[in-house]
């Protein structure tokens, strides 16, 4: 190889190296450099992989696990290895069931999601929205035409809930 290869093995002798007067290399028996810092309490359940095991000594989420989604989340950590499929497919599902979690707790607050603003509708207009996308030969130019629909559809169904209950009850005080 060091005859084909230009420079390989160059650091193969400790004496070539640059950094040997400095460098100090005595691995402890982990095959660590430090110290191993003192462990982070894990105060609410966190999504552990069947790898490994236990968590990294400080770890964080930005959004623990809540709802059917978190239970979907947990069941795929617990039941299948990060190298499969149905690991990764059923944290997609997860984030699927979330996104529909967030949009009726929205609908059940006080201040639900503005779709206007939210899905950037109004920078369609004023933001050079469509001169931005024709003819710049961009990949997502195909799934334009759905993303009103997406965004719309929960709105359009909770409108159709919300005439059909005011019916029924309209209905049935008139009777």
């Not at 095991?53 to 400080?58: D, G, M, Q, R």
């Not at 990060?82 to 707790?105: K, N, P, Q, Y």
Request: net charge positive; aromatic share 8%.
């Amino acid at each position: 190889m060091r005859a084909r290869i230009p420079g390989w093995g160059v650091d193969l002798d400790p004496r070539d190296r640059p950094s040997v007067p400095k460098e100090q290399f005595n691995p402890r028996p982990t095959g660590t450099h430090g110290e191993f810092p003192e462990r982070q309490p894990e105060r609410r359940p966190r999504e552990r992989s069947i790898e490994h095991e236990f968590l990294t000594p400080v770890f964080g989420t930005s959004c623990p696990p809540k709802g059917l989604s978190g239970l979907i989340r947990t069941y795929a950590y617990r039941r299948y290895s990060e190298a499969r499929a149905a690991h990764w497919l059923l944290l997609l599902a997860a984030d699927r069931v979330d996104v529909v979690e967030s949009t009726i707790g929205s609908f059940a607050s006080r201040h639900p999601d503005s779709p206007i603003t939210e899905a950037g509708v109004r920078s369609e207009f004023t933001r050079h929205g469509a001169r931005s996308r024709i003819g710049r030969r961009r990949a997502d130019v195909g799934h334009h035409a759905l993303d009103p629909v997406i965004v719309a559809a929960p709105w359009v169904l909770l409108g159709g809930v919300a005439y059909l209950v005011v019916k029924r009850v309209t209905g049935r005080r008139g009777a």
